[in-house]
């Protein structure tokens, strides 16, 4: 490989400067969307699909107003004049839908439902004294409870033709009104959700992204001690994340929770292969003499790293498969691109300079001794029975009002809205004949039965939504009893008053639709709570499904340790297939596994006391690490098998695997201070695991590749031993 010329460098560097100035002018409005689909796989995908071509579902937030005192005539009168501004102001904006010949009604793209919408056909007006009477008679009885003694909700139905980016604008113009800031504003709803989603997802860019920038810079020159050199080695590694968004814009035009990582995990890989060819570089005199003494091992970690990522397309949850998709591609063009720059910038000139300015001879008391058989056998002892004890208490966080500030209590009032006016759908239940006959009234009064054994067994955790529960309620106002009329002439009379959007998703005729509605939950209470619906179903001559998105996201959910151990298992297959090719030393390949692999124990261990959890996002912690992790082993065990003398072990080596190990596990570290959880525990588990490799490549390996426990002279070149 002979040098760049002058003149081509220069022209090199400018084009490489400017392609990547472009590409983040091109990102610069990047935006985060969290679809409902997000942590679906692509069956429970289809599954929702179906399920939604046959129940028809709008978007549905519920906003609630806290009064500071008892609601008055005066606060209502004003809240229902502001429900009204909104109505209009719907209207202009979001333009009416023509409808179908089928079709009796228009519809507006964004509907407010307020009590009065609900039940205005026994309320006489929208009047504070009509409707705090009819409160106190039936409150006990009312499905929907909008009113309470000092606060009033309502609901804003938004129809699936409008952008997720539209809704967004609505809740935010909502949160800014001047009349809702009067007053204590809490919102729930599967859309107030992604929007938190993608605000706390948008915060990685805007807070992450200029801290680790910041401080990796800062590592950059305390490592290199010369601010040109930092330069140098930081510019590509910036470059590589610009380049990364790029891909994001062209392949899917939004991030999201999980590739919003992706640019960050290039960035600090970029930035220790970096670490490497320049110290390299600086001691062996250009970058090309680098590349011809290195190749090899660079090659290797950069192949391992890109396996350990690329394993995730595995995993059957979409949004995990996109991420390998975009690992692979952006770890494999970027790191070309690297080396591209350090082919222009790594002259002689420039490392005659650092090697003036650079010593790190007080670094080598802290890594010229190696740890003895004793310890290395107690790590290894306590690491691996430690989690296997430890690694099954590890918590499955599923639930996504879980992954907030707890500071910020948004659980809390996501939960008390549920619980006090309507829930999230957890179970969607259909019923149908086995014969597929139509469902006669015979068969609605049966259902019922069902209905109330769902209701007894789940008590006050669930609200029920069914055609009957609605010709129940209705029957109740007219003649003061909850129960389905004895015929099916007054049911279906009365299920004629009811509002037609809600009876609709309802049917009777072919197919029979219950509604579950409670507070979000984990997986394992979910699935409880499942088993006991399924053997209240099989009771009777029914057949039956159980679907909608709740459901579908999770079976999903379920399969996290599944994805966690099949990702895990395949890098390891592989990245241990290129170990063998690599090595041809059937010893080392056995050294290889154990210094790597017994880290993850480590991990699982530490998760468990540092109380994270197993989350959408950590579930690709494990195979990303170990395909991390391997690439010191690689360089390492490569150094040792060429026995160099100590000095240029430590210049070459060490001093590149210490400096970029550091960096990893700070930058990582970082993560850990973010208030999102996902995005915490991803970057400690990371971090940590990144660390523990560190321990065991720089004082684990050298024992177990030599037979002993080594130490190397500090002032010489030759080793000695314990």
């Known amino acids: ?97 023509t409808q179908n ?44 409870r909008f009113i309470g003694k000092d606060s009033i909700a309502f609901l804003l139905i938004v129809n699936e033709n409008l952008s997720t980016f539209e809704i967004t604008t609505i809740i935010d113009e909502l949160k800014a009104n001047t009349f809702f800031q009067k007053y204590s504003l809490k919102i729930a709803g599967l859309p107030y959700v992604n929007y938190l989603l993608d605000h706390f997802s948008e915060d990685i860019k805007k807070k992450v992204f200029p801290t680790m920038f910041v401080l990796a810079f800062l590592l950059t020159f305390f490592f290199t001690r010369n601010f040109f050199a930092s330069c140098i080695i930081f510019i590509p590694a910036l470059a590589s994340l610009i380049f990364t968004l790029g891909l994001i814009q062209v392949s899917f035009h939004y991030m999201n929770m999980i590739t919003s990582i992706m640019p960050l995990l290039v960035f600090v890989i970029n930035l220790s292969l970096g670490f ?17 003494e290195k190749w090899k091992p660079i090659f290797l970690t950069v192949f391992t790293t890109v396996i350990g990522f690329g394993s995730c397309y595995l995993s059957s949850i979409e949004v995990i498969k996109q991420f390998a998709i975009l690992s692979i591609v952006a770890l494999s063009l970027t790191t070309l691109l690297s080396a591209f720059w350090f082919s222009l910038t790594l002259k002689e000139s420039l490392i005659k300079k650092i090697q003036q300015k650079a010593d790190y001879s007080a670094w080598k008391k802290y890594v010229s001794f190696s740890f003895s058989h004793r310890t290395i056998y107690l790590l290894c002892f306590f690491s691996i029975v430690g989690s296997i004890f430890l690694a099954p208490k590890i918590e499955r966080l599923t639930n996504s009002t879980q992954y907030f500030p707890k500071a910020l209590k948004i659980k809390e009032d996501l939960e008390k809205i549920q619980s006090e006016i309507i829930g999230s759908p957890n179970f969607e239940i259909i019923l149908f004949k086995k014969n597929k006959e139509s469902l006669i009234y015979e068969d609605l009064k049966i259902i019922q039965e069902i209905e109330d054994k769902l209701i007894s067994h789940f008590k006050q955790e669930y609200q029920l939504l069914s055609s009957n529960h609605f010709v129940e309620e209705a029957n109740y106002f007219y003649t003061g009893k909850f129960e389905l009329p004895r015929f099916v002439e007054p049911y279906y009379a009365l299920r004629s008053g009811i509002k037609k959007d809600m009876v609709q998703i309802y049917p009777t005729k072919e197919v029979y639709r219950i509604s579950l509605l409670g507070n979000l939950i984990n997986t394992n209470l979910y699935f409880e709570q499942l088993e006991i619906i399924e053997k209240v179903l099989k009771e009777y001559p029914y057949k039956y499904e159980v679907n909608g998105l709740y459901y579908n996201l999770m079976l999903t959910q379920d399969l996290l340790i599944k994805i966690l151990v099949w990702s895990l298992l395949s890098t390891f297959v592989v990245i241990t297939l290129i170990a063998v090719l690599f090595f041809k030393n059937l010893r080392h390949v056995f050294i290889f596994i154990v210094v790597n692999t017994v880290p993850i124990f480590m991990t699982l261990v530490f998760m468990y006391f540092a109380g994270l959890s197993i989350n959408i996002a950590t579930v690709m912690t494990f195979s990303i690490s170990l395909g991390m992790i391997v690439d010191s ?48 525990h991803f970057g400690l588990t990371l971090s940590f695991t990144l660390f523990a490799g560190a321990i065991f490549d720089l004082y684990v390996l050298p024992t177990l590749l030599t037979g002993k426990q080594i130490r190397y002279g500090v002032t010489t070149n030759s080793p000695s031993t314990d």
Request: glycine residues 4%; neutral net charge.
């Open 633 to 680: 082993t690689i360089h390492l065990t490569y150094v040792f098998e060429k026995e160099v003398p100590f000095d240029y072990y430590f210049k070459t080596t060490l001093v590149p695997i210490v400096t970029s190990s550091l960096l990893l596990v700070i930058c990582f570290g970082i993560f850990g201070i973010h208030g999102f959880l996902p995005i915490r």
């Open 1 to 97: 490989m002979k040098p760049v010329s002058k003149k081509l460098s220069i022209l090199g560097i400018v084009l490489f400067l400017s392609f990547h100035a472009f590409l983040g002018f091109y990102t610069r409005n990047l935006k985060q969307l969290n679809s409902e689909h997000l942590f679906l796989s692509q069956d429970s995908i289809a599954r929702y699909r179906d399920f939604q071509s046959r129940f028809p579902e709008k978007k549905v937030l519920i906003f609630q107003l806290s009064f500071p005192s008892a609601l008055s005539e005066e606060t209502f009168g004003a809240f229902s004049a502001e429900i009204q501004k909104l109505r209009q102001y719907y209207q202009k904006k979001y333009p009416i839908l």
């Open 276 to 292: 490497h060819l320049f110290f390299a570089g600086t001691e062996v005199g250009t970058f090309q003499a680098a590349m011809r």
């Open 101 to 144: 010949e089928e079709q009796e009604d228009e519809e507006c793209l964004v509907e407010i439902v307020t009590f009065f919408d609900i039940y205005k056909n026994v309320l006489k007006e929208e009047k504070f004294e009509f409707i705090q009477p009819f409160l106190k008679k039936h409150e006990k009885n009312i499905q929907f």
